[in-house]
């Protein structure tokens, strides 16, 4: 019998109640013409419906997207603050966690306005969900979801955002381009050309931040990452957890 890593993580789920952390990019939330994605939330509700009694907490990193970067060059020009330019962006990933909490239903869900109230939330006794945008000037979201997981001693991100897997080349210049479904954190780093001292660039172009990939790497944190074609390919957000690309100590 075939099982995904999802069903594997439900398995153990099931034996020892834990938690769960879903990194969810501005790309998926919103669609090109910047309206948001009505099928991705539908998916996402479904699954938080259906196993949301499953875990202990349930985190939701919302990003921003194209959106937040719209907003970024728009303003480039007359902000010459930096911090200023990513408090922007940041904004905007966390009017995506309203959303995405409103569009949840579930009156109990907590959307920290700071590092200490998620802090405070994730360490708590008893069950709990978090949907949570960018809560640190010069963190991206991805930075966000694995500090999460590491305060959860969590050793998985799981991460839906526009591409199916990593590749070694971009596939829509190169159709030829080598898909991974997994790899090394020593293999990203190469593939990349990350170092140990790299932090966090702004709208960087590489699938996992470089600051996160250096933090996963030195936590041991594995980042499960998945999406692109497969969103509107698979019917349900299990089947999604089901093909991907997972980076790993």
Not at 45 to 52: F, G, M
Request: aromatic share 10%.
């Amino acid at each position: 019998m075939y099982f995904s890593l999802w069903h594997l993580f439900l398995l153990f789920k099931a034996m020892e109640k834990r938690d769960v952390v879903l990194k969810i990019g501005g790309s998926v939330l919103y669609q090109e013409n910047q309206d948001i994605n009505f099928g991705i939330m539908g998916k996402l509700k479904s699954w938080y419906v259906e196993n949301r009694e499953q875990f202990e907490k349930v985190v939701f990193i919302t990003g921003g997207g194209a959106m937040s970067r719209h907003l970024q060059e728009r303003m480039q020009g007359n902000i010459q603050n930096q911090l200023a330019l990513h408090n922007i962006a940041m904004s905007v990933t966390q009017t995506s966690a309203e959303l995405l909490a409103g569009y949840l239903g579930d009156s109990s869900i907590l959307i920290p306005k700071t590092l200490g109230d998620a802090y405070e939330h994730l360490v708590k006794e008893g069950p709990g969900t978090i949907v949570s945008g960018g809560l640190k000037s010069g963190w991206s979201t991805d930075m966000d979801s694995v500090v999460f997981a590491d305060i959860l001693q969590e050793k998985r991100v799981y991460k839906i955002s526009n591409i199916d897997y990593i590749y070694d080349e971009d596939p829509d210049k190169n159709p030829n381009a080598k898909s991974f479904k997994d790899m090394s954190w020593d293999d990203y780093f190469d593939l990349f050309s990350i170092t140990e001292n790299d932090l966090h660039e702004a709208n960087g172009s590489i699938p996992i931040d470089r600051g996160c990939a250096n933090f996963c790497k030195n936590k041991g944190i594995s980042f499960f990452i998945c999406g692109g074609e497969n969103i509107t390919k698979k019917q349900s957000i299990a089947e999604l957890f089901s093909d991907g690309t997972l980076v790993h100590p």
